[in-house]
């Protein structure tokens, strides 16, 4: 998969009222890009496969006891 | 017995001396204001000592007990908070800069409660901030473990466990939302509960995420945890998503013996990379005590445990972003260098990973509960050593020192607390031994929805054979 890179990641937060420092920012998109890079071991969860109910029992019928 | 024998006592023992006339509870909080000047210095455990505020409340209690009038089994008994519940009057901060000044104008439900039921509130305590950890630069000092001030006391819920390790308190609250109370817990050698999710209000407690956020007690048995736990828990109409489940008697579960229990042991929490020979050998020691005590014994498996770490950070960032927001704009350099990368990772990460992350978290929670179909509890390392030694991180530059941080061999802070609350479910750390530097190890027990009753008992039981306690001798 493609990294973005720190202007993108800039933007994005630009675009939301963040102003993050130059240091901060290149942690920000290493620490992004490796989060993302997580994203394909989701998929080995077969995340998609997953009912789409709540996992916490209070809001819907699943609650097991 | 000397003061300090007083102040290592467990809070069973306090309040039943309190009830035989035979301990004041001036005397007491006495005794722990005086070990808070001594050691707090050093540990770095508390932010806030209140002082006068619990003197006069132990005062008030003594009277009311000597009058006859004893409102609970804590009445008179010394605890301190995470700085992360609201105190009437009292600045809490969150562990964070940001918030240094700020003085809350009421009592979260849970210091309510415990105040109704008659305890003495000693102060608050560090943690890393905004419960995130790990935090860089803690601004009211670093915490120390109290067995080893070189060694971590690991976090967030970092002073609530060395207090009450040091004997700075007879229990504290902490919060967890993948493992802050339980990883403290193991690293100082106390008892930490996490009950079911819901079980306990939330109301006036800072966020992290709260489709997994708890609030629990850190003490030094099970039977003090179950104590504590029937006063925190019940509904709580200022908190909606708190539970309406009657309160059990959890200390009446507390038999000692463990005929028809099955324990499960989770083989992803007994071994390598995410667990040492010591950790293993010491609940493997524990297992054959609670054989002993008729608990039947199986291994089980959890595959997908080790990708919790995947589904934690997406689930928890965007969430905390969301709560941190008007704070970021305003004062975002007031913000710990870890804390406000990782959350500005919370603003920039796609909402399709966050979603993505709690349909994995749904099939992580499947398994589990599959799993405890049968059987009554699930077991194993709560950490997979001893205390590591103090670190103090430093900038990530590249997405490969991320990624190796993150999911790399040594990314084994959280293993084996994740699944119970990405799941939701009650679990606890629970002392086992010591490694051959003598710092503390501890055993994991989680149980199914509402059931704190066995996994309180388990703990309990073994803790019976265990004989007396062990504490740090604190320089």
């Keep these: 998969m493609q990294d973005v890179t720190a202007e993108q990641v800039e933007r994005i937060l630009a675009a939301q009222g963040y102003a993050v420092p130059e240091e901060d920012l290149v942690e920000i998109t290493a620490r992004l890009n490796a989060q993302l890079e997580g994203s394909a071991a989701l998929d080995r969860t077969a995340a998609a496969e997953a009912e789409p109910w709540h996992a916490l029992f209070p809001f819907g019928a699943t609650r097991d006891r | ?475």
């Design chain 2, 1 to 475: 017995m000397t003061a300090d024998d007083l102040a290592f006592l467990p809070l069973s023992e306090q309040t039943e001396r309190i009830g035989r006339g035979e301990l004041s509870p001036v005397e007491l909080t006495e005794i722990y204001l005086e070990r808070i000047a001594r050691h707090g210095d050093a540990l770095k455990a508390f932010i806030t000592v209140l002082a006068d505020d619990a003197l006069a409340a132990a005062r008030e209690a003594e009277s009311e007990i000597r009058s006859g009038n004893r409102r609970s089994p804590l009445h008179g008994i010394p605890f301190a908070v995470k700085d992360q519940m609201l105190i009437a009057g009292v600045r809490v901060t969150g562990g964070s800069r940001s918030l240094a000044d700020h003085v809350a104008d009421r009592d979260a439900t849970v210091v309510a409660r415990l105040k109704e039921a008659g305890a003495v509130l000693l102060g608050t305590l560090n943690t890393h901030e905004f419960h995130m950890g790990p935090t860089r630069d803690f601004p009211f000092g670093t915490p120390r473990n109290p067995w080893n001030p070189e060694r971590t006391t690991g976090g967030s819920s970092s002073g609530s466990a060395a207090a009450v390790a040091a004997g700075l308190c007879t229990f504290s609250l902490g919060g967890d939302t993948t493992g802050s109370i339980r990883g403290p817990a193991a690293y100082c050698g106390v008892v930490g509960l996490k009950a079911t999710w819901s079980r306990v209000s939330r109301d006036g407690v800072f966020p992290l995420a709260w489709s997994l956020d708890c609030v629990g007690p850190l003490t030094r048995t099970a039977l003090d945890a179950a104590l504590v736990l029937r006063v925190l828990a019940g509904h709580d109409p200022h908190d909606p998503t708190s539970s309406s489940e009657p309160v059990p008697n959890y200390a009446g579960a507390l038999t000692g013996d463990l005929e028809g229990i099955t324990i499960g042991v989770v083989e992803e929490m007994m071994t390598p990379p995410h667990t040492g020979t010591e950790a293993r050998t010491a609940v493997e020691g524990a297992l054959e005590v609670l054989r002993g005590l008729g608990a039947e014994v199986r291994g089980v498996r959890l595959p997908l445990m080790d990708a919790s770490k995947y589904i934690t950070s997406p689930l928890v960032l965007p969430d905390a972003v969301g709560f941190h927001r008007p704070w970021l704009l305003e004062r975002y350099d007031a913000y710990d260098v870890n804390t406000r990368v990782r959350l500005m990772v919370g603003a920039a990460l796609p909402a399709g990973m966050a979603a993505q992350a709690e349909r994995a978290r749904i099939t992580v929670t499947r398994e589990v509960l599959e799993v405890l179909e049968g059987v009554d509890v699930l077991v194993g390392a709560a950490a997979g050593e001893g205390a590591p030694p103090l670190s103090y991180s430093r900038r990530v530059t590249t997405k490969e020192e991320a990624v190796h941080g993150l999911f790399g061999a040594g990314a084994v802070a959280g293993h084996h607390s994740r699944s119970a609350s990405l799941a939701g479910l009650p679990a606890l750390s629970v002392p086992c031994g010591f490694d051959a530097d003598g710092l503390p190890l501890g055993m994991h027990v989680a149980g199914r929805y509402f059931d704190e009753a066995n996994v309180l008992r388990v703990a309990d039981a073994y803790e019976r054979t265990r004989g007396g306690s062990n504490w740090p001798q604190i320089e």
